[in-house]
């Protein structure tokens, strides 16, 4: 017996999480996604685990540039997070009309005031149903600690008002 695809979803609704919005380019084109699915995979060598809709243009723009940039979104930035994870009518590239992005190592687009952005180059795509599994490893991070996180609760952002 399984469970409904109404009842997976609300039940992952109810997991906090941080929000990321998932970059790449490959030959000009860029591309990216909102997405809570993302966690530490290894210290050493420092590696990320991003869960990505493999029906989505972003993904196969990944699987082809082999490149990804994780940037974890500040407490200011849910519009930023609502336009990554709006269909973009005009193309992919409209997206990043929000926001100021640069490049690091990689060349995937680095968002400028996000909490922490890690550059990566990705090292495994692993096929689970509808979406993959991307193994990514670090090759460069840069962090603005005094930023407050945006997270995604109860189908809703919301931030910390205080750290414990």
Same mark, same amino acid.
């Given at each position: 017996?399984?469970?409904?695809?109404?009842?997976?979803?609300?039940?992952?609704?109810?997991?906090?999480?941080?929000?990321?919005?998932?970059?790449?380019?490959?030959? @000009?084109?860029? /591309?990216?996604?909102?997405?809570?699915? #993302?966690?530490? +995979?290894? *210290?050493?060598?420092?590696? $990320?685990?991003?869960?990505?809709?493999?029906?989505?243009?972003?993904? @196969?723009?990944? /699987?082809?540039?082999?490149?990804?940039? #994780?940037?974890? +979104?500040? *407490?200011?930035?849910?519009? $930023?997070?609502?336009?990554?994870?709006?269909?973009?009518?005009?193309?992919?590239?409209?997206?990043?009309?929000?926001?100021?992005?640069?490049?690091?190592?990689?060349?995937?687009?680095?968002?400028?005031?996000?909490?922490?952005?890690?550059?990566?180059?990705?090292?495994?795509?692993?096929?689970?149903?509808?979406?993959?599994?991307?193994?990514?490893?670090?090759?460069?991070?840069?962090?603005?600690?005094?930023?407050?996180?945006?997270?995604?609760?109860?189908?809703?952002?919301?931030?910390?008002?205080?750290?414990?």
């Amino acid at each position: 017996m399984t469970i409904s695809l109404d009842q997976f979803r609300t039940g992952m609704q109810q997991l906090a999480a941080g929000v990321s919005v998932i970059t790449t380019e490959h030959d @000009g084109d860029r /591309a990216g996604l909102t997405a809570t699915a #993302v966690c530490s +995979l290894s *210290a050493a060598p420092p590696r $990320l685990l991003v869960s990505i809709n493999r029906a989505g243009y972003t993904f @196969g723009l990944i /699987a082809a540039s082999r490149k990804i940039c #994780v940037n974890i +979104l500040n *407490a200011e930035q849910a519009d $930023l997070a609502t336009q990554f994870a709006t269909p973009a009518p005009n193309g992919a590239e409209d997206r990043f009309a929000m926001g100021e992005w640069r490049e690091e190592v990689t060349g995937a687009p680095v968002l400028a005031d996000a909490v922490v952005s890690f550059d990566c180059r990705v090292a495994w795509i692993v096929d689970t149903g509808s979406h993959g599994i991307v193994i990514a490893d670090i090759v460069h991070s840069a962090s603005k600690p005094e930023l407050a996180p945006l997270l995604y609760a109860r189908g809703k952002f919301a931030q910390l008002t205080e750290f414990a």
